[in-house]
């Protein structure tokens, strides 16, 4: 694993931006794997600002994201895919038919998982997967104890995510209960894995993740085994790791 060690959000921002920069100037029909969250929200503000100066072309990029709540239209402000919508694809020429994630509307969970394999199938090999990293350790909607769980599936999100992902919502109620996740093969059998933390409130689980064993009871730590992940993350998430880098 590749540590790059940035001073704080925005220089942990602009410098996991231009590893992705760098992926779509060399191959521009690309397949970018997604994450939502707080954390990339400075990364893609920032690819926005290369297309917007004319040095980023995302006509030919496919993108799959890594997970969507269960039940949750496109068009609700809490869904994943008006996340990205907002934060990436309404600001940069993206072809938004080639901008994919689980759908959320579809109650049938088997039918919604086998469609978004189908689709992860379909666009071949991700070559840059972006995760942020869950103060449970997750990626994606991994929970821990999954058991490394393979392809896509529906997941019942543990009393901990509920919470940290509370703020995004009116009230605890409006949070949905279930999500669709792409699973710890999907994420493995990325080409690359580029992996966004900041703050301190993530460094215990950057410790335990990265330099403690790898079990399913920290999903993240799987990562580990994957010969091409980056780690970038600012000073305070890697505040209880200094010693060891
Ligand atoms: C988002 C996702 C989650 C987040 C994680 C960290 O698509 O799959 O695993 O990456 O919960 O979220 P933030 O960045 O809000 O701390």
């Known amino acids: 694993m590749k540590i790059i060690r940035t001073k704080d959000y925005d220089d942990m921002s602009r410098k996991?931006?231009?590893?992705i920069s760098a992926q779509v100037v060399l191959k521009p029909d690309c397949v970018l794997g997604l994450a939502t969250g707080s954390t990339p929200i400075g990364l893609y503000n920032r690819l926005a600002e290369c297309y917007d100066n004319g040095d980023?072309?995302?006509?030919?990029?496919?993108?799959?994201?890594?997970?969507?709540?269960?039940?949750?239209?496109?068009?609700?402000?809490?869904?994943?895919?008006?996340?990205m919508n907002e934060n990436l694809f309404q600001k940069v020429n993206i072809n938004k038919?080639?901008?994919?994630?689980?759908?959320?509307?579809?109650?049938?969970?088997?039918?919604?998982?086998?469609?978004y394999n189908e689709i992860l199938a379909s666009v071949g090999q991700v070559d840059i997967q972006l995760l942020g990293l869950g103060h449970n350790g997750h990626i994606g909607f991994n929970e821990p104890d999954s058991f490394f769980k393979t392809e896509t599936h529906c997941v019942t999100l543990t009393e901990q995510t509920i919470q940290a992902n509370r703020r995004f919502f009116e009230s605890e109620e409006d949070v949905p209960r279930q999500a669709y996740t792409m699973g710890i093969k999907t994420i493995m059998s990325a080409r690359r894995i580029l992996l966004v933390v900041s703050g301190e409130d993530k460094a215990e689980t950057v410790k335990n993740a990265f330099f403690g064993p790898?079990?399913?009871?920290?999903?993240a730590s799987v990562l580990q085994l994957h010969n091409d992940v980056i780690l970038v993350a600012d000073e305070a998430a890697l505040s209880k790791v200094g010693e060891l880098l």
């Open 16 to 19: 996991a931006a231009n590893i």
């Open 56 to 83: 980023l072309d995302f006509s030919q990029v496919t993108t799959v994201n890594l997970d969507e709540y269960k039940g949750l239209t496109r068009e609700d402000p809490q869904s994943y895919y008006y996340f």
């Open 97 to 115: 038919d080639r901008t994919f994630l689980p759908d959320g509307t579809e109650p049938d969970s088997e039918k919604a998982c086998r469609q």
């Open 214 to 219: 790898v079990t399913p009871q920290v999903p």
